[in-house]
Nanobody
């Protein structure tokens, strides 16, 4: 059974860094696109970053370009989101999601398998 478990969230000051992890089990990660999404209170879920099958391509929301980096480990079991220069507006619950497709996609409605989320709070 496909399972995704996020970790690494927490409280950080503006300008700080966090690394989120998305541990995958029950499926071959290299056959799936993995996306990171976030949802802040009172706002719609939005795409943050994605990594294609085989890590050939990545994509980022404009709001995080240059600050966030998505990557996979060599064993193809975990996807990471390195978040640097964090801002208060990055505060949200962050989710990873998987979909068996080829190309990267930041549209959350195109993903059917989701983790439970990890909370990130950026505040002084």
């Amino acid at each position: 059974q496909l399972q995704l478990v996020e970790s690494g969230g927490g409280l950080v000051q503006p300008g700080g860094s966090l690394r989120l992890s998305c541990a995958a089990s029950g499926f071959a990660l290299d056959r799936y696109v993995i996306g990171w999404f976030r949802q802040a209170p009172g706002r719609e879920r939005e795409g943050v970053s994605c990594i294609s099958r085989g890590a050939r391509t990545t994509d980022y929301a404009d709001s995080v370009k240059g600050r966030f980096t998505i990557s996979k480990d060599n064993a193809e079991t975990t996807v990471y989101l390195q978040m640097n220069s964090l801002k208060p507006e990055d505060t949200a619950v962050y989710y990873c999601a998987a979909e068996r497709r080829i190309f990267c996609d930041l549209n959350w409605s195109h993903f059917t398998s989701w983790g439970q989320g990890t909370r990130v709070t950026v505040s002084s």
